[in-house]
């Protein structure tokens, strides 16, 4: 008897795609349809499907001595319930190659009619890969599938070429299968009938044509993806060395992002308009010696550099200094250029732009590291899923191959990792020796801090002459030194330590580098607006300030390169020559404080030199070609690979709040409460920076009602904090929830888990039942195959009875 699910269909099902809920109906339906067959086939003795001879017998014996097991153990199945299993919705519902097929058809049916083209007369219309007018049986022939196949084989022929090939590229066929559609799409008995040299030839044409495009569609896409900044030199970096040492390079070229989106209104609302209308010179230009470049004086002084060279009066309009230090008085008639209001607003809104950049990319950062779901499956995607069969270069496909390796060693590294686990008594010497390193490094920390701070208050106590410049360095000089030295000292402490997991050892040393940056950078600060601007007091203060950061920038970069070039250089042939060691490792953790400490500056520094992110994006691009040259000549591979999974979510975190934040909170209070100095930049004879926006608004008071509401902007969202501690705490606010809504998502996806796994036994309860029934229908067949085939008695056997 065979069964047949026939769900109802409505007009509006026709040209739509399944939608959840009509699957999930359909599933509703299979499981009914299941039981009535169920209990049928237990009170009425009615067959599913025909047995040939002796399949019965043979079915039933079989079943005798097998048994349905759960997902943990082994499946032995008799035929019956195979053909129950292959028609589970799971197996049908596009999986089989007729489904596919089916639906597919379907698709192109769909394509014509958008494109207003005849419909094929005289055909049925393909259902869609779901059990509508599925036969329970599973009888399926060769036969049906081939018509679906000549319906599918039609309606392509209908379509454009282009059309035509981004639908068999679609199809999740074999290359085989698609090859055999092809050639029957272009088949002679399938072309329609006419003049076949001249519709040949055009059809050639039209195909060499539309291979052409698609070939410089392809070309053209390569050299896009050839545009992007280190394509090729990041992919050679991770499949060679892992994720952990490319996490140091995506830093790096963040950070390059970074400092474009910050350059770009600086140069358009500051830089630009100041050499549109240059101020007049205040005396004799000095001459350029090449020191300039290390102490950023000099001739280096009166540019658009520094602060002290941008102007206090309105650009557009010629205006001559007034005596007694004063700001210009534009005409009626002119259209002013404000250049301190200009400046206040440009800082502004390019640190507003890079604040709201930060938290994006963090945010954005911590969904992708941070993916909802667990890697149970994850050596599996990897090892099934991992390679782009669309690779047909030697060096791509080895450079693949290697990244494959590499992330395969990884994934292992940190499953073995998860099963590690320690006594108690190893734990509490574990303690012991975590507390005694972490005392010592907080008092290198500390005797760094102090060697800063006394040999500050030495160069104020004793001032360089103006015309030793070169002695300014020595400030710039010990700090660097120390920032040299201190990471050497903690990684040999580190050693001492042996963490089990190659993360958290990077994760201390990062901390420990980033407290001894961040506390050096405080001293710094209070050395520059506490000490230093009541000390110059008779000199542009801003100046110094500005071209004390870009030192520090410059010999930051001239020790990093001396580190990377001499230090790793000396340390591989020492290691490998002398020790037998092979070559070092990368240190991610100092390396990365290095561009963070860098980045720090460049914040610090752009209020009082304007085109420090110049000067720090072409340390960057100088810094990332010298550090890949040095990784490749003279590091190695991790020995205990792991995987930073999180590594850049946790580098964009302290960018973000450590930096970023400590450098707002500077800029700040050297906005609103440092006194500017009187004879140079924009906000000279002012009480403080922020004054020049008084000073508009009550411009804007008197110039008549029209911008009334200018005024009433300044006063209730600029000068009031309420509003500042408002975008605070929503910003906060908003952090916590990305954080909480991913941990919902954790939680519902635990929920579904659990809910598979009861639907997954569900199914094998019901695969029992179904088992069973079938295993009594079976029997009950064989017996009766017996008893048919028994030979009657003979009337003589009865009478001699």
């Known amino acids: 008897m065979a069964s047949v699910l026939d769900v109802p269909e409505t007009p509006e099902d026709q040209g739509r795609e399944p939608s959840p809920y009509d699957e999930s109906e359909m599933h509703q339906s299979f499981h009914l349809l299941i039981q009535e067959?169920?209990?049928?086939?237990?009170?009425?003795?009615?067959?599913?499907?025909?047995?040939?001879?002796?399949?019965?017998?043979?079915?039933?014996?079989?079943?005798?001595?097998?048994?349905?097991?759960?997902?943990?153990?082994?499946?032995?199945?008799?035929?019956?319930?195979?053909?129950?299993?292959?028609?589970?919705?799971?197996?049908?519902?596009?999986?089989?190659?007729?489904?596919?097929?089916?639906?597919?058809?379907?698709?192109?049916?769909?394509?014509?009619?958008?494109?207003?083209r005849p419909q094929l007369r005289g055909l049925g219309r393909s259902a869609r890969p779901s059990l509508r007018l599925y036969d329970l049986e599973l009888d399926s022939t060769a036969l049906a599938e081939e018509e679906k196949r000549v319906l599918l084989v039609k309606e392509l022929q209908g379509l454009p070429v282009a059309q035509r090939d981004h639908v068999l590229r679609g199809m999740p066929l074999s290359l085989a299968e698609k090859r055999c559609l092809r050639e029957e799409m272009r088949s002679p008995s399938r072309r329609p009938r006419g003049r076949p040299g001249l519709l040949g030839c055009c059809s050639r044409l039209r195909y060499a044509c539309a291979l052409a495009s698609h070939d410089l569609g392809l070309g053209l896409l390569s050299g896009l993806q050839a545009l992007v900044p280190w394509h090729y030199a990041l992919k050679r970096i991770g499949g060679q060395f892992g994720s952990s040492v490319l996490s140091y390079f995506l830093f790096l070229k963040t950070l390059l992002a970074f400092n474009a989106l910050l350059l770009l209104p600086l140069l358009a609302f500051l830089v630009g308009v100041q050499t549109a209308f240059p101020p007049a010179p205040q005396?004799?230009?000095?001459?350029?010696?090449?020191?300039?470049?290390?102490?950023?004086?000099?001739?280096?002084?009166?540019?658009?550099m520094y602060y002290g060279y941008y102007s206090n009066a309105t650009l557009?309009?010629?205006?001559?200094?007034?005596?007694?230090?004063?700001?210009?008085?534009?005409?009626?008639?002119?259209?002013?250029?404000?250049?301190?209001?200009?400046?206040?607003?440009?800082?502004?809104?390019?640190?507003?732009?890079?604040?709201?950049?930060?938290?994006?990319?963090?945010?954005?950062?911590?969904?992708?590291?941070?993916?909802?779901?667990?890697?149970?499956?994850?050596?599996?995607?990897?090892?099934?899923?991992?390679?782009?069969?669309?690779?047909?270069?030697?060096?791509a496909s080895r450079l693949q191959c290697d990244n494959i390796r590499t992330q395969l060693k990884e994934l292992l590294a940190e499953w073995q990792l998860r099963r590690g686990h320690r006594s108690a008594c190893g734990r509490l010497r574990r303690a012991a020796v975590l507390a005694l390193v972490w005392l010592l490094c907080l008092g290198i920390t500390l005797g760094c801090t102090v060697a800063v701070y006394t040999f500050s208050e030495h160069m104020i106590e004793s001032p360089v002459p103006a015309d030793r410049e070169g002695a300014l360095l020595a400030l710039p000089l010990v700090v660097c030194l120390l920032n040299l030295g201190a990471p050497y000292l903690y990684r040999g402490l580190a050693a001492l330590e042996r963490h089990d997991s190659p993360v958290l050892e990077v994760y201390v040393a990062v901390c420990r580098n980033l407290i001894l940056k961040m506390v050096t950078l405080g001293i710094l600060c209070y050395h520059w607006l506490g000490r230093r601007v009541a000390a110059l007091q008779d000199q542009c203060w801003e100046n110094f300030v500005g071209q004390e950061l870009y030192r520090l920038m410059v010999l930051d970069f001239i020790f990093t390169l001396l580190d990377t070039l001499c230090g790793e250089l000396v340390w591989r042939l020492i290691s490998e020559r002398r020790l037998g060691w092979g070559k070092p490792e990368f240190d991610i953790a100092r390396n990365v404080l290095e561009l963070i400490y860098g980045q720090t500056l460049t914040w610090l520094g752009v209020l009082f030199s304007p085109l420090l992110p110049a000067v720090q994006i072409i340390k960057l691009l100088l810094l990332f070609y010298v550090k890949k040259a040095s990784l490749l000549a003279n590091c190695q591979a991790p020995r205990r690979p792991w995987l930073a999974s999180h590594m850049r979510t946790v580098f964009i975190s302290l960018l973000c709040f450590p930096c970023f934040l400590g450098a707002a909170i500077f800029l700040c209070y050297a906005v609103w409460q440092v006194k500017p100095s009187s004879l140079c930049g924009p906000f000279r004879s002012l009480d403080s920076m922020y004054e020049a926006g008084k000073v508009w608004v009550r411009r804007l008071e008197r110039a008549g009602p029209q911008v009334s509401w200018l005024p009433w902007v300044h006063r209730y969202l600029v000068e009031n904090t309420f509003p500042v501690y408002l975008l605070s705490a929503l910003l906060l606010a908003v952090i916590y929830l990305n954080i909480q809504v991913v941990k919902g998502q954790r939680k519902v996806i635990r929920l579904l888990k659990e809910q598979i796994s009861n639907e997954g036994e569900d199914k094998i309860f019901l695969i029992n039942k179904l088992h069973s029934v079938y295993e009594r229908k079976e029997r009950s067949g064989a017996g009766r195959t017996q008893e048919g085939a028994a030979p009657p008695a003979r009337p003589a056997d009865h009478r001699a009875a």
């Not at 002796?54 to 039933?60: I, K, L």
């Not at 309009?317 to 005409?331: I, S």
Request: net charge positive; with cysteine; glycine share 12%.
């Open 37 to 116: 067959q169920s209990q049928g086939a237990a009170e009425e003795g009615l067959e599913l499907q025909p047995q040939a001879p002796g399949a019965g017998a043979a079915g039933a014996s079989a079943g005798n001595q097998q048994a349905l097991l759960g997902p943990e153990g082994a499946t032995a199945h008799s035929m019956a319930t195979l053909r129950i299993l292959a028609s589970m919705p799971s197996r049908t519902i596009g999986r089989s190659r007729g489904a596919i097929i089916s639906q597919y058809y379907s698709r192109t049916v769909r394509l014509r009619r958008r494109a207003s």
């Open 283 to 304: 005396g004799p230009v000095p001459t350029f010696t090449g020191l300039e470049l290390l102490t950023g004086g000099g001739r280096f002084t009166d540019t658009v």
């Open 316 to 395: 557009n309009q010629p205006c001559a200094d007034p005596p007694d230090g004063g700001q210009c008085t534009p005409e009626a008639a002119s259209l002013p250029y404000n250049m301190p209001l200009a400046y206040l607003f440009t800082i502004g809104a390019a640190f507003f732009i890079t604040c709201f950049t930060l938290v994006y990319s963090m945010s954005h950062s911590f969904g992708e590291s941070y993916r909802v779901g667990s890697a149970l499956g994850a050596h599996a995607i990897t090892v099934f899923c991992s390679w782009d069969h669309k690779v047909t270069q030697k060096r």
